[in-house]
């Protein structure tokens, strides 16, 4: 890698490449649609794994497969096996495939505790006090297909769950197939599978045995749901494959520390009015939907992947999917978790982020431990905005513009017709100062002062330009960070002592030699000082001068970064 790619920034593209740059000479070592040189380099990931995948000799249509049990609120970490598959569908599309996305809700699992906060149709969170909590508690230990919605929107608490991973797909446009596990068993897809799991229950039970300590010489791998209470149970006592049904008492569940009740109901189910564990049901899900690739986190990994494997080899006898494990990434420094409340959705950073950025994030090196850190999400769309420039030949960086050239296009979803015009981007942080005005001519003005709109530029291109600018506002209210604040577009009533006055004339003749921020704070400290005024009035004064307040950002390097003649104006109270 370059000194910029693994140093500066961090970011290798690359998984499973051959050499560990691209020669800017050679010009085969990329084709159009991603192909690999003769030494075998690919600059992106997915087409790492699209590689593997038709290694394999598939047809179309490629299913790619993802899949979530449903929880309490859908975050961007349940997110994650939706980007990492729709990249690698994208890719396989831009080779002249046919992909089926799928993304599974396993909602015929148990709910097995209450969620501490829920998310509304719109994915804004909220806490059990704004819902029927209540009918949560009454429905521990049932599947969430037969639990209420919360909100009462939809048909079940499975449904309102799916929906908003669909809502956060279609936000960013990834076309991906919502599939109920529930509907699969009712449908009798599950069936075969079903059939050939309890119709071989020592060869299952061998291969189980050494992934699970409870499996023994009467363990029988499958849940019915009580007929009685509703509860799936884990007690089978009998099966007939002939009429494919199973004999159950409805038992205790344990739950970490916690018992969810059984009703102790003796009854009859069909292999369509239960489900089979989890170790098993993943697997089935390989063969019902015939998944040829699938993405999934580091901890099924070092648990259930190797087992899913065993299972699919010497129980269903097909082949696993080509899999990618990918690490997990931190927010705020800390890993994600709904119990404690550190998740953050898609709608919330959309508020943040244009989505094209989010994409980003999703598009960079899976295997790599990365933090999503809001308080410094700036340094997040920098990293965009160069990413982008590289594409468009601005950036020095042979691995990134590698990089850059594959990838881009599907990160901002344009494969069929690759965009050759780079947009204008604010930068995020000066798009953040911008927002500290509510007058959009002002706005307008400032940035052009700043030469960050080009005087050519169409209505359509500064619009698209300045509304990164409410992005970067609601960045630094939810933050409250030095850009919290809001500049008066008025001169405010104020009134100062003469040797203050004097003090900001001068500052003002500075400002209008052209000075830059850093320079201009530093002034201010010198400028204080040479007429006997006290630092701290001194900045006071200049924050009521622009933002009616005693406090605010570093406002010598705020000034520097607003348009020269209002500073000037301003600092000698003329407007």
Not at 75 to 93: C, P, Q, S, T
Not at 293 to 321: C, M, Q, T, Y
Not at 408 to 416: A, D, L, M, N, S
Not at 450 to 462: D, F, L, T
Request: with cysteine; hydrophobic share 35%; charged share 30%.
């Amino acid at each position: 890698m370059t000194g910029d790619a693994t140093d500066e920034h961090g970011d290798s593209p690359h998984i499973l490449s051959d050499r560990p740059t691209v020669s800017g000479d050679d010009e085969d070592a990329l084709g159009g649609d991603g192909a690999a040189g003769d030494d075998g380099f690919r600059a992106f990931w997915a087409d790492v794994v699209a590689d593997a995948i038709e290694a394999r000799g598939v047809d179309d249509p490629v299913v790619i497969k993802g899949g979530v049990s449903p929880s309490g609120v859908a975050h961007l970490g349940n997110f994650n096996e939706i980007m990492r598959g729709y990249f690698v569908a994208e890719v396989l599309r831009d080779r002249g495939h046919e992909v089926r996305q799928v993304f599974t809700s396993d909602d015929k699992d148990p709910l097995r505790k209450i969620p501490r906060k829920l998310a509304n149709a719109d994915g804004e969170i909220v806490g059990l006090g704004e819902v029927d909590a209540s009918a949560l508690g009454r429905n521990l230990g049932k599947p969430y297909t037969a639990i209420p919605d919360p909100f009462g929107e939809r048909e079940s608490y499975a449904a309102h769950f799916a929906a908003l991973l669909k809502a956060d797909a279609d936000r960013l446009d990834v076309p991906v197939e919502m599939v109920s596990n529930t509907d699969l068993y009712a449908n009798g897809d599950f069936d075969e599978v079903t059939r050939t799991v309890l119709g071989d229950l020592d060869r299952v039970r061998e291969v189980l045995s050494q992934y699970q300590d409870k499996v023994d010489g009467e363990y029988v791998p499958f849940n019915p749901i009580c007929a009685e209470c509703g509860k799936v149970t884990e007690t089978v006592t009998a099966v007939d494959l002939d009429t494919e049904t199973v004999e159950y008492v409805c038992t205790d569940m344990t739950v970490g520390d916690e018992t969810i009740e059984g009703c102790g109901h003796e009854g009859t189910a069909t292999f369509r009015e239960g489900k089979l564990p989890w170790r098993l049901e993943w697997p089935g899900q390989w063969e019902v939907l015939e998944v040829d690739f699938e993405p999934f986190g580091k901890d099924h990994a070092e648990g259930s992947w190797p087992s899913g494997i065993d299972v699919a080899r010497n129980v269903l006898g097909i082949d696993p999917p080509v899999p990618m494990v990918y690490e997990w990434f931190t927010l705020n420094g800390k890993p994600l978790s709904s119990s404690s409340g550190n998740i953050v959705t898609v709608p919330e950073l959309l508020e943040l982020l244009e989505p094209e950025v989010l994409r980003y994030f999703f598009a960079l090196h899976p295997k790599k431990a990365r933090d999503l850190d809001i308080e410094r999400l700036d340094q997040l769309v920098d990293r965009f905005d160069r990413f982008e420039r590289a594409y468009f030949g601005e950036i020095d960086d042979e691995d990134l513009t590698a990089f850059a050239e594959r990838a881009y296009p599907f990160v901002v979803g344009q494969t069929e017709d690759p965009p050759t015009e780079k947009p204008i981007r604010l930068p995020y942080t000066f798009a953040a100062v911008l927002g500290m005005v509510d007058d959009p001519a002002f706005r307008e003005r400032l940035a052009r002062d700043e030469r960050h709109i080009p005087e050519n530029a169409s209505s359509e291109a500064v619009d698209a330009a300045l509304a990164r600018v409410e992005r970067a506002r609601s960045w630094a209210e939810r933050t409250e960070n030095e850009y919290d604040y809001r500049l008066q577009t008025a001169l405010p009533d104020v009134d100062f002592d003469d040797d203050v006055a004097a003090a900001l004339d001068e500052l003002a003749d500075f400002v209008a030699d052209g000075h830059d921020g850093e320079a201009i704070q530093s002034e201010m400290y010198e400028t204080a000082r040479d007429h006997d005024v006290e630092v701290s009035d001194f900045f006071s004064a200049g924050y009521r001068l622009f933002f009616d307040d005693t406090q605010g950002p570093r406002l010598g390097e705020f000034l520097g970064e607003l348009e020269r003649e209002y500073v000037v104006r301003r600092l000698r109270r003329e407007a």
